[in-house]
Antibody, heavy 116, light 112 residues
């Protein structure tokens, strides 16, 4: 099982960014997928979820209206479109695979830094 | 949202001694299917989180049997029977019963 995140960079406040997560080693469309973030020196914060077929999505209040989660099951890939970025969005962003009520698999994370 | 409260937040332990971390939820974690989606994760320094325990007491493959989970309803505990040096890190509980999933604040385990 492997989850590999990419796309993290330094971006200015108000900017946009798209994160990607490439999955392998498991049946991708059997899993809901999450984004979880961790600000420097802080704990884990759940960000967003997408169901198996992409038919339903959920967001933390802190990102609702600014972030959009999506997936492409034909490419075993998960995405997070991040708009109107704020300094408080600075964090390591992890993608995770969820069979039922848990996050079974985690990636290594990709670092997003929002700074002027 | 369900609030997950861990204690203690800092846990100094002597090698070979037991350790225990508590996690309490602000509401019952029993799902309509009868399962309790309470999970424990370990995050070693510089690493991604790794799941240790799912559905309260089920150990993941490769997790040493010195780790165990117990609990019901709103009160849960992660126990380490004999702490080893490789157990240093931060431990998080997470509930997956209610949307959105929520994490505890984390408990930092260190060797005394």
């Amino acid at each position: 099982v492997q989850l590999v995140e990419s796309g993290g960079v330094v971006v200015q406040p108000g900017g946009s960014l798209r994160l990607s997560c490439a999955a392998s080693g498991f049946t991708f469309d059997d899993y809901m997928m999450h984004w979880v973030r961790q600000a420097p020196g802080k704990g884990l914060e759940w960000v967003s979820l997408i169901t198996w077929d992409g038919g339903s999505t959920h967001y933390a209040d802190s990102v609702k209206g600014r972030f959009t989660i999506s997936r492409d099951n034909s490419k075993n890939s998960l995405y997070l479109q991040m708009n109107s970025l704020r300094t408080e969005d600075t964090a390591l962003y992890y993608c995770g695979g969820d069979a039922t009520g848990s996050i079974d698999y985690w990636g290594q994370g990709t670092l997003v830094t929002v700074s002027s | 949202d369900v609030v997950m409260t861990q204690s203690p937040l800092s846990l100094p332990v002597t090698l070979g001694q037991p350790a225990s971390i508590s996690c309490r939820s602000s509401q019952s974690l029993v799902y309509s299917d009868g399962n309790i989606y309470l999970n424990w994760f370990q995050q070693r320094p510089g690493q991604s989180p790794r799941r240790l325990i799912y559905k309260v007491s089920n150990r993941d493959s490769g997790v040493p049997d010195r780790f165990s989970g117990i609990g019901s309803g709103t009160d849960f505990t992660l126990k380490i029977s004999r702490v080893e040096a490789e157990d240093v890190g931060v431990y998080y509980c997470m509930q997956g019963t209610h949307w959105p999933y929520t994490f505890g604040q984390g408990t930092k385990l260190e060797i005394k």
